[in-house]
């Protein structure tokens, strides 16, 4: 067979592969005319040259979340499996109840701790389904982080990295590029907050577990090393721990709630993170609290009487700087959360009525008039603000 019979026969099952064989002799290769050889020959090259296949279609990508609004993480009922994430669209007056289910075709799990904003994405602490979900701005899920048989609570950032306290005593460190766990400490017992100040880690020690023998500690770690520094004397059950821009640390203890004797009160008290110790302890009841351009906001609610109030606190002087700040007739039944806009000082406040049906959540303006309210699902809790 000469070069242009192997030629004609190679380009023949280039262009035909399903064929097994195509013989072209040499006497019907003379029978061809000049021109119809060369038409032949050009076809088959045509019909050899490699299309250019294009690409399966994709699914087109949920655009990140331009507009300012607020996101709202909703407790739900522990093991009922149905905690949800609302979103209040400030630029287009839009109200999504669920918006995670809605980006990612699932519900975000069981009672939902905490949730926090650092860089691009959003950490959502899922405390019974033991998770960190981890998501962008527009609530689509990124990772999703097990910690099995730890009881994450809460959440917080320093320098490329989230560190978690867990009720098992752990603090787990993950990665904030990697979204990889890189560390890990031990902390007291029932670590129920955390916080960053002066470079270094603090962990409030509830012992919510070994109740009516709450734990009194709140322990300091190097966040490197997650070595511990220091173990700092609380009054009973701290919980919620925040820094403020200067170097101060405040701890809310919730003593016993009045169950045994003696009855030891709520308290906030503010650490000095340059020698680790306890500096004051205010005189005032409190259930939560804020911390928003040197400004604490907080409430204290009567479970007893069903009363709350809601203040602001200068951190510079530790003066009471607004005992009331609602100005007009709204009424918040059972106060669950709290944030601040720091861009125009707006207040949010959550109201979680009896805890079994879905809340509302209220903005008021920083002259303490309500703006607008839109209701969440059940037990509203935690703020987002993307001003």
């Given amino acids: 067979m000469g070069f242009a019979e192997r030629t004609v026969v190679f380009l023949c099952l280039?262009?035909?592969p399903s064929h097994c064989v195509v013989i072209v002799n040499r006497k019907e290769m003379k029978k061809l005319k000049f021109l119809n050889f060369f038409l032949i020959l050009a076809?088959?090259?045509s019909a050899c040259h490699k299309k250019e296949v294009p690409e399966q279609e994709k699914l087109p990508e949920q655009q990140e979340v331009k507009a300012s609004g607020v996101f709202v993480l909703c407790e739900g009922l522990k093991d009922m499996n149905n905690s949800t994430l609302a979103f209040c669209d400030f630029t287009?007056?839009?109200?999504t109840n669920d918006i995670f289910l809605e980006a990612n075709g699932r519900g975000l799990g069981d009672t939902g701790n905490d949730l926090q904003c650092?860089?691009?994405?959003l950490y959502c602490v899922v405390n019974i389904s033991e998770t960190?979900?981890?998501?962008?701005?527009?609530?689509?899920?990124?990772?999703?982080i097990s910690l099995s048989g730890r009881q994450p609570r809460r959440i917080t950032f320093h320098e490329g990295n989230a560190f978690v306290c867990c009720y098992d005593g752990?603090?787990?460190k993950i990665d904030t590029n990697t979204l990889e766990i890189s560390g890990m400490g031990q902390a007291g017992s029932n670590p129920d907050g955390i916080c960053v100040a002066n470079g270094k880690i603090y962990v409030a020690n509830s012992g919510g577990l070994n109740y009516p023998n709450y734990g009194h500690s709140v322990s300091v770690f190097d966040p490197s090393s997650l070595q511990l520094l220091k173990e700092i004397e609380v009054i009973i059950n701290p919980t919620l721990?925040?820094?403020?821009?200067h170097g101060n640390v405040y701890v809310l203890s919730n003593g016993n709630y009045g169950l045994v004797t003696p009855n030891v009160p709520s308290a906030l008290q503010r650490i000095d993170s340059q020698n680790d110790e306890v500096v004051q302890t205010?005189?005032?009841?409190?259930?939560?609290?804020?911390?928003c351009n040197d400004f604490l906001y907080f409430y204290f609610y009567d479970y007893n009487t069903h009363q709350s109030q809601i203040e602001v606190m200068d951190v510079l002087t530790e003066n009471i700087v607004n005992n009331h700040f609602i100005k007009d007739d709204t009424q918040i039944n059972t106060p669950y959360g709290i944030g601040v806009n720091p861009e125009n000082g707006d207040v949010y406040i959550s109201d979680a009525y009896q805890f079994s049906t879905n809340g509302d959540v209220y903005c008021f303006g920083a002259d303490g008039h309500k703006k607008f309210s839109f209701e969440t699902g059940m037990n509203p809790s935690k703020f987002v603000i993307l001003p």
């Fill in 14 to 16: 280039c262009a035909f």
């Fill in 43 to 45: 076809l088959l090259f």
């Fill in 92 to 95: 287009n007056n839009k109200i």
């Fill in 118 to 121: 650092y860089g691009s994405k």
């Fill in 132 to 144: 960190v979900e981890i998501m962008s701005k527009n609530a689509r899920s990124i990772r999703q």
């Fill in 170 to 172: 752990s603090v787990v």
């Fill in 241 to 245: 721990i925040k820094a403020d821009n």
């Fill in 282 to 291: 205010y005189d005032f009841e409190i259930s939560n609290f804020t911390i």
